[in-house]
């Protein structure tokens, strides 16, 4: 089967074309079934971010507008790279059928244009001229990011599901954005596209630790891959923690590497932290995160807290903001991990799975790791290339949910996910 995911959730505008392999044996012994195999046919990402540094944060309707403008051209690049308009689909016999006569695109694309021209008309502006919408691809699935994210973004997205769903009559499934991050962290993306592989093996039950820019979840995955949120912010999300504490330290957007840059040098030449940052929430006895406090304290250390000269270990006013950097990084590495322990203990997990676009922060993945070799069990970071939002992620979730084969029960009585 092939799958193209659709990401649009928030400024990055991604596809992604996989196949995934049926399995033709039958399945004698139930409780032991096939992994899930995939290849990655292409992947293209186009990052809005640097638009959006000039507000400091993603501005929505910017954020759909470059959606809107980007996703035909993103379409064709991406068809043309992976050469899919020449991969036979042997179920048409018919050639006519791999086409849409003009007068077929001239329909479906008047009642599309009903349907979104007031809706989208930046989307509906890029259809007319693409004719190579006519040339029907050999893809049996469209995989959307459905929410959570931004709502004009989102919806960029799912009407250019819809679109392509009425053009090529393909069925559409809509994905979680959180659960693309979860599965986006088991995939093996440092094979060469169009390798064959297997998702990586999740002993069950897990506990996932999502932190990306719109979100904080601890999630308990049982068997089947059924999900229930363990707890989550009450407030800002940690990745939003670090772009408004990167704002306020002069730091250009997204914040969350330049902070954790700024941060490891502090480290690195040891320079003294000026305040001691609060660890929030840390004895709340529950699974719940709270990261809105923490910047304010940052910002308060900017105005009140003794000046550089003051402080011993500070030898510039660079060197107060890398020492604030390195405390609030190290306050949220406190925080999180100490989260991630208890949704451990009290899941009884046999494995960590770290996922988001915080998720490429280096001091948090040495903690996680060093918690999980503490534990004795293994955790799935991404890599760095799929840590961030994309659409891989979003058409292996759909691979996962509608594979029969997605759990697989061990001798030992463990189940694990693949
Ligand atoms: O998952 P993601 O790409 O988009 C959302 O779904 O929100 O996450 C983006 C967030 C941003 O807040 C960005 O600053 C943060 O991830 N981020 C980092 C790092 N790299 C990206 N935060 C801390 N350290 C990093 N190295
Ligand atoms: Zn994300």
């Not at 186009?46 to 993103?74: D, M």
């Not at 179920?91 to 989208?120: R, V």
């Not at 932290?273 to 609060?278: G, H, R, S």
């Not at 590495?333 to 451990?344: H, N, P, Q, Y």
């Amino acid at each position: 089967m092939i799958i193209l995911g659709i990401e649009t959730s928030c400024d990055e505008t991604a596809l992604a074309l996989i196949e995934t392999q049926e399995t033709t044996q039958k399945n004698s012994r139930p409780e032991k079934v096939a992994p899930l195999k995939y290849r990655i046919i292409g992947s293209l990402v186009h990052s809005q971010a640097e638009l959006h540094s000039a507000y400091g944060g993603v501005f929505p309707t910017l954020a759909k507008r470059e959606h809107s403008k980007n996703l035909i051209p993103l379409l064709h690049k991406l068809l043309n790279e992976s050469e899919l308009n020449d991969i036979v689909d042997t179920n048409i016999k018919n050639p006519q059928q791999k086409t849409l006569s003009d007068k077929d695109f001239e329909t479906k694309l008047s009642e599309l244009t009903k349907l979104f021209a007031e809706k989208n008309p930046d989307l509906m502006a890029t259809i007319g001229d693409a004719h190579f919408l006519k040339k029907i691809p050999k893809i049996d699935m469209i995989a959307v990011t459905e929410g959570p994210g931004l709502e004009p973004a989102l919806w960029v997205g799912i009407n250019f599901a819809h679109i392509l769903s009425k053009f090529w009559n393909i069925p559409i499934v809509p994905i979680n954005h959180m659960e693309g991050h979860i599965v986006g962290s088991l995939l093996q993306s440092d094979k060469p596209y169009g390798t064959w592989q297997e998702l990586k093996e999740l002993p069950l039950p897990a506990v996932a630790l999502l932190i990306s820019g719109g979100h904080t979840e601890l999630v308990n995955i049982e068997s089947g891959f059924k999900y229930s949120i363990l707890g989550q912010t009450k407030d800002d999300a940690v990745g939003e923690a670090f772009d408004k504490v990167a704002r306020l330290l002069e730091l250009p957007y997204p914040g969350g590497p330049h902070v954790s840059r700024l941060a490891y040098e502090a480290r690195e030449k040891n320079i003294a932290t000026p305040v001691k940052l609060p660890r929030p929430m840390i004895n709340s006895g529950d699974c719940n995160f709270s990261f809105s406090g923490l910047k304010t304290a940052v910002l308060y250390a900017l105005k009140k807290a003794p000046t550089y000269d003051k402080v011993p270990g500070l030898v510039t006013p660079d060197d107060f903001k890398a020492g604030l950097a390195r405390e609030f990084e190290d306050s949220v590495a406190e925080t999180l991990d100490s989260k991630l322990r208890r949704a451990i203990d009290e899941q009884s997990a046999k494995a960590i799975i770290v996922g988001g676009g915080v998720s490429a922060n280096r001091l948090l993945r040495e903690r996680f790791s060093k918690t999980a070799t503490e534990y004795g069990i293994p955790i799935f970071l991404p890599d760095h290339h799929v840590s961030g939002d994309n659409a891989l992620m979003i058409a292996l979730a759909a691979a996962v949910n509608n594979s029969p084969h997605t759990v697989n029960i061990h001798a030992n009585g463990t189940k694990s996910l693949v």
